[in-house]
């Protein structure tokens, strides 16, 4: 059947091969401070749930389920997507994603899959988080409502910019085998007030390049201060907010000012018009 919901009643006595049993999906990301872009956040996992909201889990005992996915395709994506930090490895956590939750949908089967070979199953399911990742970008739907990492905003107010920015909240029901529908999740959440959104401790560049050389002083040897926003001329540069006094400063990515701090609590210093150092 075309365009059924995938929960009762539409998706009743439908197979399972064209909506998934459980029904609901949710994508789960996460913000660390240590772990990833400095304007993004990272993956957690694409979580399969039942109709009524409930979370289940390792759909599959078999010794299939258990595979290295990262060896197996795509080391490269998903080498790029930094898993959490308390997992042993990359491999170690992307394996558990995919046995506790890409085995509960059931669409993924390989009696499901035309043309099946090995690993289909996983590499669909894994390139299915990504592309949902990437169209559904937190940080820039966040930041296009004025909310940036450093100050703790409300959760009401970044609830709204999601919503004002996707039209709905973070959940999908299934349509046609593999169409992602987003609708309202079944539970609000328990977070509530203001929250901690940290900027990123990740390390400023160097104040001089391997050479030893220090780089192009500003004029009248000043160097430029201030948290810089919108876009940028010079990748990789990095300005401090507050020379001396601050560890937070602006760095230049992709021609975009993205906002990160030093680590340890350490102080951006300022060196020339485009380099900084953490003191």
Known sequence: PVDVDSCPPESAGVDTCCLPKNGFVKLSQQWHTKVGPADAFTIHGLRSDTCEGSMIGDCDPSPRSQRNVLRNFLPTSMGAIDPETKHASPNYFWSHEWSKHGTCISTLKPDCLSDYVNDKDVYSYFSKTMELR???????????????????????????????????FLSFKFKNVDEYVLMAPKTPGTCKGHILYPVKELEASASSDESGNEGDVAKGGETPSGKHLGSCEVDGATVCCNSGASGQFSKCSNGKWQQSKCKNRRMCVGDTATKTHCA
Do not use: S
Request: no cysteine.
């Open 134 to 168: 990437a169209h559904y970008d937190l940080h820039a739907a966040l930041a296009a409502k004025g909310i940036l990492p450093g100050p703790t905003p409300n959760v009401a107010d970044m609830h709204a910019a999601f919503k004002d920015v996707f039209g709905i």
